[in-house]
């Protein structure tokens, strides 16, 4: 088939890559001129494993462009753009209405055309929104003219390549039966689960999913924190935990809260949906509160060896939210770094992949070429990401907080894990 991408960020990205390798047409359209011409000549925009590889294996069927008309090629329309928060938590669709108003005006030209939602949207956006939107621009009927689903992305950055390859399931809302037909088509030769729905089930799906897992981590979190005053290990509770097939293993591992572009906003777009339905969701209010204060539970330990931080060393581990990735968006490291600035401390940091991108936010820090030198150059360490270089450090003259369960006790000087 051929598919266009509307927004060529993480998940337009992938979902290009992984259409082209599966022997689709893909043109990505982006209103940013320089991830356009990066795609154009042969280069992904961020890192993701696995990504390079296909990505250049299938050149000749991947294009990007910033000119909308390219819609006109193609049989489906993926619209993957950004939907971030308000200042007030909120869900900011002003990237989904302008994309939908450029789908819109394209459409006005063409036979029968699927536009699939893929960014996540509030429960109803796509049916409240989305669809007015296109039928005013192209003065056309859904149904009719051109048909709509909603297909939500539930990939995992750090694994995106085989998150979209090999989903557990995939979920297809649909305006109408013909509409979820067109992408049933397209997926499938994929083995497991489709699920067809109406539009607002497939939208709350993919917040009702989220929302799971945040709490899940918040969870694990609290009575981690609570294993810490005990001087219980969580890991080992969680272990204990997790052989209950209704709790299962993942995302038990206590550590300094969730990161990533999606949780946290995912998390307070719901809520705002609830409270303008008159519903108070205090679970979700307490999964956020849980996060918002874990990272620094790191600089509390820290401080019970060293009191004041002032012009103190202090290494930071891992600044990506976690690992396998160059994404430092809401990375517990930003909350650590920034609250050791506030008490003045003298900021070593390395990561990997990440250092590029945390240099835009924290210029003024210092970067190391390796872990190790970070060490050496640091009076105490605080591991924060749980890259795998991590664990065969030499720490043995330092005080370690290690946020993730990923040195033993015996490497370090002082040994404090977050908790455990
Ligand atoms: P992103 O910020 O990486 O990329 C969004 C892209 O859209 C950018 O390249 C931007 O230039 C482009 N864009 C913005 N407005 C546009 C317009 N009007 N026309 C064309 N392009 C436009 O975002 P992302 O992380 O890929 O997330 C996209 C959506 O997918 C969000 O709703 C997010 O919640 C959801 N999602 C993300 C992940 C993830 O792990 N990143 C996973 C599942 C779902």
């Not at 945040?214 to 979190?221: E, G, L």
């Not at 209950?244 to 591992?253: A, N, Q, T």
């Not at 936010?361 to 970067?367: C, E, R, V």
Request: with cysteine.
């Amino acid at each position: 088939m051929k598919i266009s991408i509307i927004g060529t960020g993480y998940v337009g990205l992938i979902t290009g890559v992984c259409f082209a390798e599966l022997g689709n047409n893909v043109i990505c359209i982006d209103i940013n001129e320089e991830k356009v011409n990066k795609i154009n000549s042969g280069e992904p925009t961020i890192y993701e494993r696995g990504l390079e590889e296909i990505f250049k294996k299938n050149l000749e069927r991947i294009k990007a462009s910033l000119n909308f008309n390219e819609i006109l090629n193609t049989d489906i329309t993926f619209i993957c753009v950004s939907t971030p928060e308000n200042p007030d938590g909120s869900i900011n669709l002003d990237y989904i209405k302008s994309a939908s108003e450029s789908v819109g005006k394209v459409l006005k030209e063409k036979g029968y055309h699927l536009v699939v939602v893929k960014s996540t949207v509030v429960p109803e956006t796509t049916e409240k929104v989305v669809i007015p939107i296109l039928e005013k621009f192209s003065e056309k009927n859904v149904g009719e003219d051109f048909g709509v689903c909603m297909n939500p992305e539930f990939l995992k950055e750090g694994s995106a390549i085989k998150d979209f390859m090999e989903p557990d399931r995939i979920v297809i809302g649909e305006f109408d039966k013909k509409s979820g037909d067109m992408l049933f088509n397209l997926y499938k030769d994929f083995k497991c689960p489709i699920l067809r729905t109406d539009l607002k089930t497939a939208e709350m799906i993919k917040y009702a999913s989220n929302a799971f897992l945040s709490m899940k981590i918040s969870f694990i979190n609290e009575m981690g924190n609570i294993c810490k005053k005990l001087g219980i290990n969580i890991y080992k509770v969680a272990e204990g935990m997790g052989y209950d097939e209704r709790i299962g293993h993942k995302f038990l591992r206590a550590g300094p809260g969730f990161g990533g572009s999606c949780f946290k906003k995912d998390v307070n777009a719901l809520i705002k949906k609830a409270e303008s339905l008159g519903y108070e969701p205090k679970i979700l209010k307490s999964v956020l509160e849980v996060n918002e204060r874990q990272p620094l539970k790191m600089i509390e330990l820290l401080k019970k060896y060293l009191q004041n931080l002032k012009n103190k060393k202090i290494g930071v581990l891992g600044l990506s939210f976690k690992p396998e990735t160059d994404d430092i968006r809401e990375s517990p490291a930003i909350k650590i770094v920034k609250k050791l600035l506030e008490e003045e401390a003298i900021v070593n940091a390395y990561d990997p992949k990440a250092m590029n991108n945390f240099k835009k936010l924290f210029p003024n820090i210092n970067y190391f070429s390796s872990a190790q030198d970070c060490i050496e150059n640091s009076e105490a360490v605080l591991i924060v990401t749980d890259w795998d270089e991590f664990k065969d450090l030499d720490y043995s003259d330092k005080i370690v907080i290690d946020g993730r369960y990923i040195i033993s006790k015996e490497k370090a000087k002082i040994y404090e894990g977050i908790c455990w």
